[in-house]
């Protein structure tokens, strides 16, 4: 059995996080997500609209994703890829070469974000409507 691991906020799911999903989940037997906690995302500077409680259901909801787990660090990635015997580490291609120090622990794949959709164009659409 293959494990995929991936990170991310997830706030305001939209078709980029669940295409993102879709491919993560392809590339293993079964996809761990790691959610930013509301701690975290306010020590990367990112405001978020919905609780991490909820971004969790929602992902939990999300035929992809086996596994939700917080992400509380940003060093925390090696130590979940050995605690999940993670086979896989994805991000979206805005995050390219960022975890390649990863590779001696596991495969490390950027995928092609999608276009023309982000949580914060969402939330300027909704702002200005
Ligand atoms: N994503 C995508 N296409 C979009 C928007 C997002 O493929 N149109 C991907 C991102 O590349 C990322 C994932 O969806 O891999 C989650 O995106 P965010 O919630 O914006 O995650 P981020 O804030 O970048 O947090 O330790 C890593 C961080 O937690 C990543």
Known sequence: MTTV???GTFDLFHV???????RAQALGDRLIVAVSTDEFNES?????LV??????????????????????????KRQDIAKHEIDTFVMGN?????????????EVVYLDRTKDISSSAIKQAVLVF
């Open 51 to 76: 609780p991490y409680e909820q971004r969790v259901a929602i992902l939990e909801a999300c035929r992809y994703v086996d596994l939700v787990i917080p992400e509380s660090s940003w060093e925390q």
């Open 44 to 48: 990367k500077g990112k405001v978020t």
């Open 5 to 7: 691991i991936t990170y």
């Open 94 to 106: 805005d995050w390219q070469g960022k975890f390649d120090d990863l590779s001696d622990l596991c």
């Open 16 to 22: 980029g996080h669940v295409n993102l999903l879709k």
